[in-house]
């Protein structure tokens, strides 16, 4: 099923925007698992919306109720199933979706795919409001992974042309991970903040939208992790990042850049550090060679691309009377998405490390 996912730990989200609910099932969790629910409603909330002028106005709590799989808090290794219910809709602004397909949404394709039988109202099951089980699942996954010393941190690495500074390739502090991990608007140089905000608030005010990358990062991760040609770690990664709505590309390490680089450059040379450990005195491979770990962080940067839902006249068709027409988008959507983004991939990390591992 496409909205399955995994092959040892598995997730299946379920539930579209604007039905009763949406969810997630968890296969083949550990038992014996301690979970804190505080640390996940955290992570929970810093997805949720109608923080600030980023983000849509629409407000969800995203509560997850849990139907099964947790007893006192600790996993019994039966399926872990959770359920949120939606309470804050106004379907009525997508009356016409089905008429007037949306630019850059799933609402052609789509209809085109299910023979128009889909549910559109809110994005139905294309909607980024079914990351909130992912999210969940992933938040799960992380307490598990912080046990065996794996941490997870993520920052916005920039929006529109404005850039926070980079992560530390070879080595990212868990201080410094905590600190992100606390922040709805998470930077490593939290000077940079009242521009992008300014950037973003811009764009809202003229009906726009803008985009931006994530740059995601985990430490701890043991050398020898991974399998060749099918299996790698990069392959894993990407399939679910991209499962991800508006995620439109993903690089590893330096990335497209280092096809400006030479093999001398480029290379992650070896040594032993101080502690007797292999290391390497570089990480433009992001912590992956030959599809295997390799020991050093895990490194990599997400595309996220503009919110498509602008109130900015756009050209689309009619598809009843089968002529070209104009739209303009009703609704509360969000300027930009990449704050809010952030826990989404750090979620899908959580979830693929699971599996790797």
């Known amino acids: ?72 808090n600790t996993t019994t290794g039966t399926p872990l ?8 809709t106004r379907s009525q602004d997508y009356g016409e979706t089905l008429r007037y397909p949306r630019p850059s949404h799933g609402d052609y394709s789509g209809h085109i795919r299910y023979g128009g039988y889909n549910d559109i109202r ?3 099951h294309f909607s980024g409001r079914l990351t909130a089980p992912l999210v969940f699942a992933g938040s799960i996954c992380r307490q598990i992974l912080e046990r065996k010393g794996i941490r997870i941190a993520s920052h916005i690495y920039s929006i529109g042309n404005i850039n926070d500074v980079p992560f530390n390739p070879l080595k990212v502090e ?38 931006g990358i994530i740059e995601c990062v985990a430490t701890g991760v043991p050398a020898g992790v991974g399998s060749p040609m099918f299996g790698g770690v990069e392959n ?13 590309g993903i690089e590893f390490g330096t990335g497209f850049d280092i096809t400006k680089m030479t093999g001398s450059q480029a290379n992650d040379q070896y040594a032993y550090d101080e502690h007797g450990n292999i290391v390497t005195l570089t990480n433009h491979n992001g912590g992956i060679t030959g599809g295997i770990t390799n020991g ?11 919110t498509p839902s602008i109130s900015v006249p756009q050209k689309t068709v009619d598809l009843l009377n089968r002529e ?26 959580a979830i693929a490390l699971m599996n790797i591992l």
């Open 122 to 124: 809110g994005g139905g």
């Open 174 to 211: 868990n201080e410094l991970a905590e600190q992100l991990n606390r922040q709805f608007f998470p930077l490593i140089d939290t000077e940079r903040e009242v521009n992008m905000r300014d950037y973003i608030e811009s764009k809202r005010l003229s009906g726009d939208s803008t985009g």
């Open 324 to 349: 070209n027409t104009e739209l303009v988008i009703k609704g509360r959507h969000d300027p930009c998405i990449v704050p809010r983004a952030t826990v989404v991939i750090e979620s899908a990390l």
């Open 1 to 72: 099923m496409s909205s399955c996912w995994g092959d040892k730990v598995k997730i299946s989200i379920f539930g579209e925007s604007h039905g009763k609910g949406i969810g997630v099932v968890v296969d083949n969790l550990p038992s014996g698992e301690k979970i804190d629910m505080d640390k996940v409603l955290q992570f929970m909330d810093r997805r949720s919306p109608g923080k600030d002028k980023t983000s849509t106005p629409r407000r969800e709590k995203d509560f997850p109720n849990v139907l099964s799989g947790l007893l006192n």
């Open 81 to 88: 199933c959770a359920v949120i219910e939606n309470t804050n």
């Open 236 to 248: 894993i990664l990407s399939s679910i990042i991209f499962g991800v709505p508006a995620v439109k």
């Open 296 to 306: 050093m962080p895990i490194l990599f940067r997400v595309a996220i691309k503009p």
